[in-house]
């Protein structure tokens, strides 16, 4: 998971499915619910509690996050890209906002088949939509959740192949492979879900 300079916690299963409701609220309800079981934990997608936020955010998911989950798919082929096919980990790849209180801009949940990358947008600008992908990559490519050697290896071949400057050797420990690569913030991550 890529941390927000803030703080975190974590806890699966199966594929996103989109039904085909034809309210648009009901449909982005229907999206986040989706969502929710596919993240570690179903609270990091607590703007279906919103009630301010719920309805205007629904009706912005149901019309444009089949567009946003494109692009990151791109993103996604581009990361798989970078290995032989026998090394690519199967993954779907979506977007949602995830609750502030985590702290975290990006998850990749290993316990779910295909494994699971959530990105939300909103909390980055989307010119590096692709870094937050490339880090949850390299977590899903070694399997494994920490960010030690082996993550450092995946994420420094991945970043090389992608044109973005790999993590410097000296600076590859847990507390630095955190955050990388830099992503450029936004001022609200819930902006980005209203449309404005
Ligand atoms: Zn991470």
Redesign the pocket.
């Known amino acids: 998971?890529?941390?927000n300079p803030q703080n975190t916690s974590p806890s699966l299963v199966g594929k996103l499915i989109i039904t085909s409701s034809t309210d648009p609220v009901a449909r982005g309800l229907d999206y986040l619910y989706g969502v929710r079981c596919l993240a570690l934990d179903s609270e990091m997608i607590d703007v279906v509690y919103d009630m301010n936020n719920r309805i205007p955010l629904c009706a912005w998911i149901s019309e444009h996050i089949d567009g946003v989950n494109r692009q990151l798919e791109k993103y996604l082929q581009a990361c798989h890209d970078c290995f032989h096919p026998w090394e690519q980990p199967p993954i779907q790849i979506c977007a949602a906002p995830i609750a502030q209180g985590f702290g975290i801009d990006a998850l990749?949940n290993l316990q779910t088949h295909p494994i699971t990358i959530l990105i939300d947008v909103g909390r980055v600008v989307p010119a590096d939509w692709l870094r937050l992908v490339v880090?949850?990559y390299?977590?899903a490519h070694v399997g494994f959740?920490?960010?030690q050697e082996q993550?450092a290896r995946s994420l420094s071949h991945l970043c090389l192949g992608l044109g973005i400057a790999p993590p410097p050797r000296e600076s590859a420990i847990e507390s630095h492979?955190?955050f990388y690569p830099d992503c450029r913030p936004t001022q609200n991550p819930l902006a980005f879900w209203r449309g404005e």
């Open positions: 998971m890529r941390l990749c880090h949850e390299a977590h959740p920490g960010h993550f492979l955190r």
